[in-house]
């Protein structure tokens, strides 16, 4: 039971990893969609996740605003606060013009200076309400609104007292532009990218292709890391348990050789064991991924994201059942290479 719990923690590591990394991105991919701009502006050398505070001029949106397509041009700025949590300055009168109108759960729109929209998951998560105090920037603000997620941003405050409370007056993180006909999209990128040569300017569907674990600096070798632990981990605890199956069968491993059981038979007894044990560990870590969804979800909703992958079950089960193979081998050949008569007086 133990080995098989083992394996199981060695293959909900994998899909944890992955489900998280994964639902992180489609998380923000999803995000950015439901904003309901067409275009995104992003800075000269922006990575897709990264971002510096606030890089570029303000001045770049009356430019975009004044050529032939554009309906509407926004800027933003999204200001780090700590780990991967942001909050995002926004212009609320163009914000909900090109987002289709917030759709808000209780309360509304920024009255003062210091208040901040939140959504419903952050809302849950930390238990606020409107007229709740969220600490961030080393002053307090007033939740004035709890809005669905699914837009932009989970804490949004108002651009111009972000600029001035970051030092970055006139400055923004990032464009957002709505076409008055959105079938030309591609047309107009290519224009904008004319215009605006050294800026990343993408359609939606372009920039939210760009969300995936290939994109993100770091994340490929970060998941490689943790499967190889993981691996490792999985390894030792079969190795251990097969070896000392071994040692406790050494009497009835005599036995059988005394009665004729050819190498190749012990060693398939112990290789049909381990896969077993390996197979019960693999199907018992794809059954814990789902509480570890459901934990995330009750415990860190607005911070954290986990998707259901089965596409690596069948990964994360292969390199299991390879991992307690392996870690069986040398206890099989222990096994198959032990003297009749000392196995038999064994004790």
Not at 160 to 184: F, R, S, W
Request: hydrophobic residues 50%; contains cysteine.
């Amino acid at each position: 039971m133990l080995s098989v719990f083992a394996v199981a923690v060695e293959v909900t590591m994998i899909l944890t990893l992955v489900g998280l990394s994964r639902g992180m991105l489609d998380d923000s991919a999803r995000r950015a969609r439901g904003v309901g701009a067409d275009i995104w502006v992003r800075p000269p050398g922006s990575s897709v996740i990264g971002l510096s505070s606030s890089p570029m001029s303000q001045g770049i949106v009356g430019l975009l605003e004044k050529q032939p397509g554009v309906a509407l041009a926004m800027g933003s700025v999204v200001h780090p606060i700590e780990g991967v949590d942001s909050v995002t300055g926004i212009d609320f009168e163009k914000f909900d013009r090109m987002s289709g109108g917030l759709k808000f759960i209780s309360g509304g729109p920024f009255r003062n200076e210091d208040d901040v929209i939140i959504d419903d998951r952050l809302a849950r998560q930390q238990g606020l309400g409107v007229g709740s105090t969220l600490r961030m920037l080393n002053r307090d603000w007033r939740v004035c609104g709890v809005v669905e997620p699914g837009k932009l941003a989970r804490k949004m405050v108002r651009i111009d007292h972000l600029q001035q409370l970051t030092g970055n007056t006139a400055k923004i993180t990032q464009v957002l532009v709505k076409l008055t006909n959105p079938a030309e999209v591609d047309a107009k990128v290519a224009g904008l990218r004319k215009l605006l040569p050294e800026y990343r300017i993408y359609s939606i569907e372009e920039f939210t292709s760009l969300f995936s674990i290939n994109n993100v600096p770091g994340l490929r070798p970060f998941i490689f890391v943790v499967v190889l632990v993981a691996v490792i981990v999985g390894f030792l605890v079969v190795f251990l348990s097969m070896y000392t199956a071994v040692l406790e069968r050494t009497r009835e491993i005599g036995i059988l050789k005394s009665m004729g059981a050819s190498p190749g038979y012990i060693l398939g007894i112990l290789m049909r064991e381990t896969f077993l044990l390996a197979a019960a560990g693999s199907a018992l870590g794809i059954v814990l991924t789902f509480g570890t969804r459901a934990l995330v979800s009750l415990l860190a909703a607005a911070s954290l994201t986990q998707m259901i992958v089965p596409d690596w079950w069948p990964i994360a089960a292969g390199i299991s059942i390879a991992g307690a193979v392996l870690g069986a081998a040398y206890p099989g050949w222990k096994a198959v290479r032990q003297d009749v008569l000392e196995a038999l007086s064994y004790e």
